[in-house]
């Protein structure tokens, strides 16, 4: 399991004058892993009422450290954000919500969709696979823990989803809600803190490679121009390291850089060298084949399909976000 890393944002005034009261965030650093499904960075700000927490992992351990740290302030979980629906960012909801029932649930209404569409068909499989004697038993548990947050709509889907932008209160404490509809997902949310002059984005900003299985490229540049607007000190993405402004700004350029080559002439394979060479930090040098793999397959495999394809996640769907 990750460390958890305390951050104070806040820093006190000049000598001689009253200092500001920090306000620390915790991040809990998620992972990438190809073979047992990663976790994504989890956020949790402190409120007067509680805890908010910002994306709850996949894995049981990710889920524990967040209820580890809430038993450990003293404070009770009062919201949950997710920043989209992919369940390396949600399967931990009801691990919380079985903790503390009255979180309050905040995110798109995509989720709805997903269940109806792109995640009925993950359920099947999940099923069928359970069905088979032979599974080994680390597998079937995890493949049953993403079954059973399927199956749990409560713990997915909001009372009152996110509908647009605009101030939120939670927890008693004013926050900067932002959705980005058609982006990785067909509602992504994402969070300005204003007192840690902090921005948490999910997969709007991810290392090593953006995952392009339910995006539309349009509107996540449109949203990657927006946060490039915001004020903001620290970003926290879904996956990797904080970043400052000159290195979002790098993985911004080759966001940008990578989307017109998919649209170019250029083979798949130049595309991904392009995308390996823009992304230089935001992958190990160990990683370096497997993001070449994802950068080459969505090319050929997404941002290359049939406009049909292509677009799915970029028409408005019957579930708005």
């Known amino acids: ?9 806040s820093l006190a ?41 910002v994306d709850t992992g996949r894995h049981p351990e990710h889920a524990q450290a967040i209820l580890d740290h809430a038993r450990k302030v003293r404070k009770p979980v009062v919201a949950i954000v997710n920043s989209h629906w992919h369940l390396d960012h949600s399967t931990g909801n009801r691990d919380i919500l079985a903790v503390f029932p009255k979180a309050r649930l905040v995110t798109s209404n995509a989720v709805s969709g997903a269940l109806d ?3 009925a068909k993950s359920r099947n ?27 749990d709509r409560t713990a997915l889907v909001p009372a009152s989803p996110v509908t647009r932008s605009g101030a939120m209160v939670l927890g008693g404490r004013r926050f900067e809600v932002r959705l980005a509809p058609n982006a990785v997902t067909e ?22 490679v953006p995952f392009f299985d339910t995006a539309c490229e349009e509107g996540w540049a449109r949203t990657l121009n927006e946060i490039a607007r915001a004020k903001w000190t620290v970003l926290i993405p879904g996956h990797g390291a904080p970043m400052d402004r000159k290195r979002f700004n790098q993985w911004h350029t080759a966001y940008t850089h990578y989307v017109d080559c998919a649209h170019s002439t250029a083979t798949p394979q130049a595309c991904a060298v ?3 060479a823009d992304a230089a930090g ?34 408005r769907p019957s579930h708005p976000a």
Request: proline content about 7%; hydrophobic content about 45%.
């Open 117 to 119: 569409g792109f995640l």
């Open 125 to 151: 499989g999940a099923r069928q696979r359970l069905a088979d004697p032979r599974l080994d038993p680390p597998e079937r548990a995890r493949i049953s823990r993403a079954q059973a947050a399927m199956d």
């Open 274 to 276: 392009q995308w390996q």
């Open 187 to 208: 509602g992504d949310v994402w969070l300005l803190a204003p007192d840690e002059k902090l921005a948490v984005v999910g997969d709007l900003v991810v290392a090593p």
């Open 282 to 315: 935001f992958y190990t040098p160990a990683e370096r084949d497997d993001v070449g793999m994802l950068a080459r397959y969505y090319v050929e495999q997404v941002l290359r399909a049939q406009a049909g394809k292509r677009m799915a996640y970029c028409a």
């Open 13 to 53: 005034l000049a000598a001689g004058t009253a200092a500001a009261r920090p306000v620390p965030y915790v991040l809990q650093s998620g992972h990438i892993d190809l073979d047992r499904g990663p976790d994504g960075n989890t956020v949790i700000l402190d409120t007067p009422q509680g805890l908010a927490v």
């Open 1 to 9: 399991m990750k460390l958890m890393i305390f951050v104070a944002a």
